[in-house]
């Protein structure tokens, strides 16, 4: 099967199998009037329909771009897209003047959450994710990375991490499952946190490693959640389990969260938008990929991280949703983009470094993902304008015209195929 990809304005993407930091974030290579050639799942042929047509015959497939940029699919390396209920009233409470964690400690915040997941059945939580997976891919991911966390006892994380593989297996979104079971001290273990600590390592990550079901883990190191030793002891087997570690880091409070996760070898330090001038300076000595979350700044309506400076001083920054029903309930990651070139100061070459192939290096795949190169994997967006910068200059509405996802067309003219409707 194979599929040939016309009609577009342009190609515009970072090259390469590892994240590109400071400066080299700006590098794109653009291809004026580039097709794109697609064998099964692989990507064989970017470049001129002149050197196309030399080396290659018709293909079985033909997708007009009609205009516009062809793009890597994003990847948005930091999502929580399992849950059940709604947070709206929370949202409300905030605009009202109450902070994030005034509601959280009042019984709200993650841990409402938690009480709707738990009462939750496998297929409601399933339903809502597949939903979910669809909105994310009308807006061009292809790959996620997907966390559990709104368990918090055994029963549920794995109920969690087992839509997630469910998800995975049965939605074109590919989801790449990390356990998230030190999201928050859960209710029942309030006055005794240790014990909850306790229970993760000594009970949920071996049988969760047993089932398979995490490729990651990630805990909240944050003043009132865990603090570094607690987090520090939380993380300790990763090693062992073959885990790779993120962390949500410095989020509200300077803690130190990203030099722990330079430390410890974490393939991401998570949010930052209290990272100190010694973790930045840790990132950008240190294969850490940052991962900046600007939809929970705007949503919560705080700073931002700063991801300029980041940049400057020689970090390798990628964007992320951080799809949440708390802190950031989108899954948009041109919305991302936008507010990290509006709201950071990224330019738009950086942005898209940093949504793609840079996103894919935090999840430990930018040899497979994240570019548009022979060789890679043909995960592929269509934009409904000329060029990346439309993202953000027609800011506020999808741009996605079409996705392909390992060498199929999955949307087309803005609407999901089904899976009778893909070729092949
Ligand atoms: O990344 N910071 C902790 N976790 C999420 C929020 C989750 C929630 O509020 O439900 C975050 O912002
Ligand atoms: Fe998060």
């Not at 590098?27 to 050197?51: A, L």
């Not at 949504?355 to 894919?360: F, H, I, P, S």
Request: with cysteine; hydrophobic share 40%.
């Amino acid at each position: 099967m194979s599929l040939l990809i016309t009609g577009a304005s342009r190609i515009e993407t970072p090259v390469g199998q590892s994240a590109h930091r400071g400066a080299g974030m700006e590098e794109i290579r653009i291809i004026p009037d580039g097709v794109v050639r697609c064998e099964g799942s692989q990507i064989v042929f970017v470049g001129s329909r002149t050197d196309h047509d030399r080396a290659f015959g018709a293909a079985d497939e033909e997708l007009d771009a009609a205009g516009g940029a062809i793009l890597p699919g994003f990847v948005d390396p930091h999502t929580h897209p399992v849950w059940a209920g709604s947070r709206e009233d929370e949202f409300n409470r905030r605009l009202h003047g109450e902070s994030y964690m005034d509601i959280a400690r009042s019984g709200g915040g993650i841990n409402q959450t938690v009480r709707a997941t738990r009462n939750a059945g496998f297929e409601e939580l399933l339903d809502a994710a597949l939903e979910r997976l669809d909105t994310f891919l009308l807006h061009g991911t292809t790959m996620i990375e997907a966390k559990s966390g709104y368990g918090l006892d055994l029963t549920t994380e794995i109920r969690m991490l087992e839509v997630i593989r469910t998800a995975h297996e049965r939605h074109p979104v590919d989801l790449v499952p990390t356990c998230l079971a030190a999201h928050e001290v859960p209710p029942e273990f309030r006055d005794d946190p240790e014990a909850y600590i306790r229970t993760v390592t000594e009970d949920v990550y071996p049988q969760i490693a047993r089932r398979g079901l995490a490729e990651a883990v990630d805990a909240f190191c944050e003043t009132g959640v865990f603090d570094i030793p607690q987090t520090r002891r939380l993380l300790a087997d990763a090693p062992r389990y073959g885990w790779g570690i993120h962390l949500h880091a410095d989020e509200l409070t300077p803690l130190g969260g990203a030099e722990l996760a330079v430390e410890l070898g974490a393939l991401s330090a998570d949010h930052l938008v209290h990272v100190t001038d010694a973790g930045i300076a840790a990132l950008a000595a240190s294969p850490t990929i940052a991962i900046l979350l600007p939809g929970t700044s705007f949503f919560l309506r705080s700073t931002y991280a700063p991801g300029r400076r980041m940049i400057d001083a020689g970090c390798a920054v990628a964007l992320a949703t951080d799809c949440n029903p708390g802190s950031s309930p989108t899954e948009s990651m041109p919305t991302i983009v936008a507010l990290a070139c509006l709201e950071m100061g990224l330019t738009i070459e950086e942005t898209l470094t940093a949504a793609t192939l840079n996103a894919a290096a935090a999840l430990g795949r930018a040899d497979r993902y994240g570019s548009v190169e022979p060789g890679k994997q043909a995960d592929l967006v269509i934009l409904n304008g000329p060029s990346a910068q439309h993202i953000v200059y027609h800011y506020g509405v999808n741009p996605v015209r079409h996705v392909v996802k390992a060498g199929r067309v999955v949307v087309l003219d803005g609407r999901i195929r089904e899976p009778a409707e893909r070729a092949g």
